[in-house]
């Protein structure tokens, strides 16, 4: 069974897991419109989805958030809705799950409190031979690359556990 983790966004990732290894992972397709204004390349993630029909997705929640502008906020619930409009045509099984929900599990034995920090040391552990670098030239791990592995971690590994807690079949 694959897992597909995605972290929405224009600095987002789209990682595929099975078993363990990482299969492919790129960063949000997107267009440069212009210097500083950017969209999501729609037929670019359609295309990369489709290779993995067969898969689970799992997709981080959206939520607006007091420290994000209104127009960031924008971008990530035009992000999302993209993302679930794009996995219902394509007629892929999806989770939403809330950041608290994936972190509380996969960030269980990390210590400190900030996320990003939290996210880059988990990947890193799990999978000691990614260098969850955004493109080649890159020398700092990206955190949204590390948070899309991690969020296909959460579905291979918590999915079911978390499904029968809330459906009551535990």
């Not at 950017?38 to 029909?53: A, N, P, T, W």
């Not at 880059?120 to 890159?138: E, G, H, N």
Request: glycine fraction near 6%; charge should be positive.
């Amino acid at each position: 069974m694959k897992y597909i983790g995605i972290d929405i966004g224009f600095t987002g990732s789209i990682a595929v897991l099975e078993n363990d290894n990482i299969l492919e992972q790129i960063v949000m397709p997107v267009f440069l419109i212009t210097k500083n204004k950017k969209e999501y390349d729609i037929q670019s993630i359609v295309d990369f989805l489709s290779k993995y029909k067969d898969s689970t997705v799992i997709l981080e929640k959206t939520q607006a958030m007091p420290h994000l502008g209104t127009v960031q906020s924008h971008h990530l619930g035009k992000g999302y809705g993209i993302m679930v409009g794009v996995l219902t045509v394509l007629k892929n099984r999806y989770h939403v799950v809330h950041p608290k929900t994936w972190q509380a599990k996969v960030f269980r034995d990390c210590p400190g409190d900030n996320t990003k920090t939290k996210s880059v040391l988990m990947a890193q552990r799990l999978f000691p031979d990614t260098k969850f670098l955004r493109t080649d030239r890159s020398k700092k791990v990206d955190h949204n690359m590390c948070d899309a592995v991690l969020l296909a971690y959460y579905g291979q590994n918590y999915l079911y556990e978390e499904r029968t807690k809330t459906h009551g079949k535990s």
